[in-house]
């Protein structure tokens, strides 16, 4: 019997959260939003913070808890990646109209079909956009409020997933393409990636465009 005062619904101690969180994640093959966490734990529980002390508690560990977008996950350190490349297996590899669709769409989304065959100069293919599609690396953003109501493109949390990034703002700029070897001195086609002069907030986040389109 609950002594007076004493709640039926006490949350779990926060070391207990912790674990619970751990669990969730370690099981889960996608990103876990904290409503999520939240919804699976018991009542009172706090997701959010419970994160904050899994994070910790993984620094500098062989795995460490990452933020994808809205989400966690567990994802192996960047350092020790070298020891997966054994289980990694390539199934297929990406056109290069594909590779510079992706890019159009990630660095300057939203965007429509037609922003992207005026910046890479020729048209886009539907195959080369289902690809992308399917792949889960790309989805349909909002319309956008110009004449015909274009669809347009951007990238998904899986996308950010695979290449270990929190956001569309953590994609790297052109010098570091460059000096990591991933792209060579020619300009790339139209306007493929924003110059190292353009602001940090062109076109990276839909939200900042938001007058310019609806649901």
Same mark, same amino acid.
Not at 43 to 56: F, M, N, P
Not at 108 to 129: D, M, N
Not at 183 to 206: K, Q
């Given at each position: 019997?609950?002594? *007076?005062?004493?709640?039926?619904?006490?949350?779990?101690?926060?070391?207990?959260?912790?674990?619970? &969180?751990?669990?969730?994640?370690?099981?889960?093959?996608? *990103?876990?939003?904290?409503?999520?966490?939240?919804?699976?734990?018991? /009542?009172?529980?706090?997701?959010?913070?419970?994160?904050? /002390?899994?994070?910790? #508690?993984?620094?500098?560990?062989?795995? /460490?808890?990452?933020?994808?977008?809205?989400?966690?996950?567990?994802?192996?350190? *960047?350092?020790? +990646?070298?020891?997966?490349?054994?289980?990694?297996?390539?199934?297929?590899?990406?056109?290069?109209?594909?590779?510079?669709? %992706?890019?159009?769409?990630?660095? /300057?989304?939203?965007?429509?079909?037609?922003?992207?065959?005026?910046?890479? +100069?020729?048209?886009?293919?539907?195959?080369? &956009?289902?690809?992308?599609?399917? %792949?889960?690396?790309?989805?349909?953003?909002?319309?956008?409020?110009?004449?015909? #109501?274009?669809?347009?493109?951007?990238?998904?949390?899986?996308? %950010?997933?695979?290449?270990?990034?929190?956001?569309?703002?953590?994609?790297?700029?052109?010098?570091?393409?460059?000096?990591?070897?991933?792209?060579?001195? #020619?300009?790339?086609? +139209?306007?493929?990636?924003?110059?190292?002069?353009?602001?940090?907030?062109?076109?990276?986040? *839909?939200?900042?465009?938001?007058?310019?389109?609806?649901?």
């Amino acid at each position: 019997m609950a002594e *007076p005062g004493e709640s039926l619904f006490e949350a779990p101690p926060m070391g207990e959260q912790e674990r619970m &969180v751990e669990a969730i994640l370690f099981a889960s093959a996608e *990103p876990v939003s904290v409503a999520d966490l939240n919804a699976r734990m018991p /009542h009172g529980a706090d997701a959010a913070e419970a994160l904050v /002390h899994l994070r910790k #508690r993984y620094e500098g560990r062989g795995v /460490h808890l990452v933020k994808v977008g809205d989400s966690y996950a567990l994802r192996t350190a *960047p350092d020790l +990646g070298f020891l997966m490349q054994k289980e990694t297996v390539e199934t297929r590899k990406l056109s290069r109209a594909a590779i510079e669709t %992706l890019a159009i769409i990630a660095y /300057h989304q939203p965007a429509t079909r037609a922003e992207i065959e005026e910046i890479r +100069g020729v048209s886009v293919s539907r195959g080369t &956009v289902d690809q992308l599609l399917e %792949l889960e690396w790309i989805r349909f953003g909002r319309r956008k409020m110009t004449p015909g #109501r274009p669809v347009t493109y951007v990238v998904t949390e899986e996308f %950010l997933d695979h290449f270990g990034l929190e956001s569309a703002r953590d994609l790297p700029g052109l010098k570091e393409l460059r000096s990591a070897g991933l792209l060579d001195n #020619r300009a790339p086609p +139209g306007n493929l990636m924003p110059t190292e002069d353009d602001d940090d907030d062109d076109g990276l986040e *839909p939200e900042d465009q938001s007058e310019m389109f609806e649901e």
